[in-house]
């Protein structure tokens, strides 16, 4: 059974940094394009990273040069630096395989 489970998030101020972690099992993580998505409040989805199983990265305009999405296949855990972090960045945020996504962890900015 594929699990996703996300993890760090919090409250965290404009300007500020967090990283999200996402622990993934029940298939080959190794194999896998792996995406981060977030959900504000109100809101539709909004697709934020792609890693590929290369390597590769992908950002959305909105939080390129700001996050960085990254992997650890011998951990299956999946990664989202987030910098200079805005309130505009509120949101839930998932990670996603395919049409699998995690319960989410909920970033907040805020003074």
């Known amino acids: 059974e594929v699990q996703l489970v996300e993890s760090g998030g919090g409250l965290v101020q404009p300007g500020g940094s967090l990283t999200l972690s996402c622990t993934a099992s029940?298939?080959?993580?190794?194999?896998?394009?792996m995406d981060w998505v977030r959900q504000a409040a109100g809101k539709n989805v909004e697709w934020v990273s792609t890693?590929?199983?290369?390597?590769?990265?992908v950002y959305a305009d909105s939080v390129k040069d700001r996050f960085t999405i990254s992997r650890d296949n011998a951990k299956n855990t999946l990664y989202l630096q987030l910098n200079s972090v805005k309130t505009e960045d509120t949101a839930m945020y998932y990670c996603?395989?395919?049409?699998?996504r995690g319960q989410g962890t909920q970033v907040t900015v805020s003074s």
């Open positions: 996603q395989r395919g049409s699998r």
């Open positions: 029940g298939f080959t993580f190794s194999d896998y394009v």
């Open positions: 890693i590929l199983p290369s390597g590769t990265t």
